[in-house]
């Protein structure tokens, strides 16, 4: 069993920009069992399939979804975490592409369970041609009224709205895209409290990823006993991925968890492009941990990858062939983490400063040892003290690539003298 489709069972099934088509195939049925059967149900079938948040933190689900419904306060809000700006990863985009309906439908479940009645889909600028028929569908269903109050003749109301982002990477992070939201310059706050407590507005804000709203739609569907048919027993049901870099085939997949890394290149994405070899995968974006090929055969599970060092992060797999180096794929991901530093805390901001200079040097061929205690100290400092996410998981990659490949961060002197030992 490679593919599979559990979130993508209408895809393709349907015209993705009509609500009636939706209805056709069963639309909006998660919702009015939603409102039959009542929060709690639902959310202890949320608890029972194991669903791990899909935005890359894997926070479960239905805990979650009870800390928001646990916080009191007048206004709360549900945002949908549509920024999907990890390099490599375009999972979401397909969901908001071929199965709006199913996100708003997620959303408003959302809602009815954490008793929360308004709603924000944060959707990266960089997804502007998708913005009007995001906007045409929220407007559909205000007016069969799946949005508004009363929805379906029930007690809950449930508004909706589009919020674009303006390009920043950091702005996925909850606080930042509450920040920018609030029309500030999209930087994340000091924690606790927690965006779950003062988010938007320094209101109760649950931030929940594209794929995990559109996955509680299929559990409440289905039931969460079809969910954990897929999977292994602590990383349960499907996971979309998106693959690209040297394969025949790039794309969005949705997989049982348990596959293995090479499995998913050679079944899936039609193995390595040219006949060439593999050399090595960066998994879970640009902050995710390198795999060298002689690892391939890992399966593609939360355990399994944390056992390498690494983890399933955005769902993004960006596979390198013999031809690409490490160094220079190493010095691209660090570049975009230079350019995204939000600033707002030293340890990143100054840290990545110093690791572009170190790897320069090691690019160039003229580093040495100072700039390898260095780079030590600077990923130490980074992964221990960063303010947010980006700074603490930006390491990943080159401690992994460290752990995988070590022969590339061996000074000349060194090498040399390894030469002369053989
Ligand atoms: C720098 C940074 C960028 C992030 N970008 C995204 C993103 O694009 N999409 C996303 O869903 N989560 C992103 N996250 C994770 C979110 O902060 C949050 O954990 C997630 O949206 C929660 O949803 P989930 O519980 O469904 O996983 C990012 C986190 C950090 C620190
Ligand atoms: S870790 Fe980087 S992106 Fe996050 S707050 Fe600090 S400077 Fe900004």
Known sequence: MKQVHF?????????????QAYLNVGGFASLQKTIEIGSEAVLTEIDASGLQGRGGAAYPTGKKLRQAQAEKAARKFVVCNADEGEPGTFKDRELLKCNIYQVIEGMVIAGICTQSQEGIIYVREEYTNMHDEIRNAIAECYSHN?????????PYNFDLKLFSGAGSYVCGEGFAM?????GKSGRP??????????????LPTLVINTETLSTIVSIIKHGADSFRRYGTEESPGTKLISISGKVNRPGVYE??????IREIINDLAGGIRNGKKGHFVQIGGASGGILPEWLWDTPYTYEDLAKAGLSVGSGAIVVADEDNSLLDYLKVVQDFFSHESCGKCTPCREGNRQLRFIFERITDGTVTVADYDRLEIVLDVMGKASLCGSGKTEVVPFRTAQRYFPELF????SLEAKKAVV
């Open 146 to 154: 799946y949005l508004g109050k009363n929805i379906l003749g029930s």
């Open 7 to 19: 979130i993508t069972e209408l895809f393709d099934k349907y015209d993705g920009r009509s609500l």
């Open 255 to 260: 997989i049982p968890f348990g596959l293995t």
């Open 189 to 202: 706050r000091s924690k606790p409290p927690y965006v779950k407590q003062e988010g938007f507005l320094n």
């Open 410 to 413: 061996l000074t000349k002197e």
């Open 178 to 182: 509450c920040e920018s939201m609030e």
